[in-house]
T-cell receptor
């Protein structure tokens, strides 16, 4: 079985400041990792994913995450946040090779302030 | 490419009633998963359907049941509703044997009074 820990329930940050949202996972098998974003009263949107290859993955809106196998982490970063980045961010994991069941963390509320 | 759709958007029921939620999968996807997201929590896996059969289940009681139809759309049924069933119910579709990437619908907000 897999589990995900998101260490921060809320992260307040000023606009244009950098941010890091932390995610650690636990699994006895190899995994795929995902970050999803949820805006108020909406479903989940995939932000980025790690499947294999380069451990640094990027999204189209400036977020990046780095897979660190030794530390079992997949932290999400953005060098300069915008007010529109205010949302709930969920880290998720699934085992490789099928199954497709996603295990989510409890989420981190990113609040960008002016 | 049509995305995942869910209906209804909102629903209010009373304790003990039954409810059916519906989901249409994204074009080309043959697997549907359902998740329950309680307020302030991450989504919890309920079950998954593939080829019209249940293909994995989370820690939910039998009063949570589902169906998948030949066109890959799906229903989630919950019997004997309890107050704790109040949540956002999310449907996600994917391709079998894929990378685990799932595409989510907007959800159905269920309130049990």
């Amino acid at each position: 079985a897999q589990s995900v820990t998101q260490l921060d329930s809320q992260v307040p940050v000023f606009e244009e400041a950098p941010v890091e949202l932390r995610c650690n996972y636990s699994s006895s098998v190899s995994v795929y990792l995902f970050w999803y974003v949820q805006y108020p009263n909406q479903g989940l949107q995939l932000l980025l994913k790690y499947l294999s290859g380069s451990t640094l993955v990027e999204s189209i809106n400036g977020f990046e995450a780095e897979f660190n196998k030794s530390q079992t982490s997949f932290h999400l970063r953005k060098p300069s946040v915008h007010i529109s980045d205010t949302a709930e961010y969920f880290c998720a994991v699934t085992r490789t090779g099928g199954g497709n069941k996603l295990t989510f963390g409890t989420g981190t509320q990113l609040k960008v302030e002016l | 490419e049509t995305g995942v759709t869910q209906s209804p958007t909102h629903l209010i029921k009373t304790r003990g009633q039954q409810v059916t939620l519906r989901c249409s999968s994204q074009s080309g996807h043959n697997t549907v998963s359902w998740y329950q997201q309680a307020l302030g929590q991450g989504p919890q896996f309920i079950f998954q359907y593939y080829r019209e059969e249940e293909n994995g289940r989370g820690n939910f009681p039998p009063r949570f049941s589902g169906l998948q139809f030949p066109n890959y759309s799906s229903e989630l049924n919950v019997n004997a509703l309890e107050l704790d069933d109040s949540a956002l119910y999310l449907c996600a579709s994917s391709r079998s044997g894929g990378t685990g990437e799932q595409f989510f619908g907007p959800g159905t907000r269920l309130t049990v009074l």
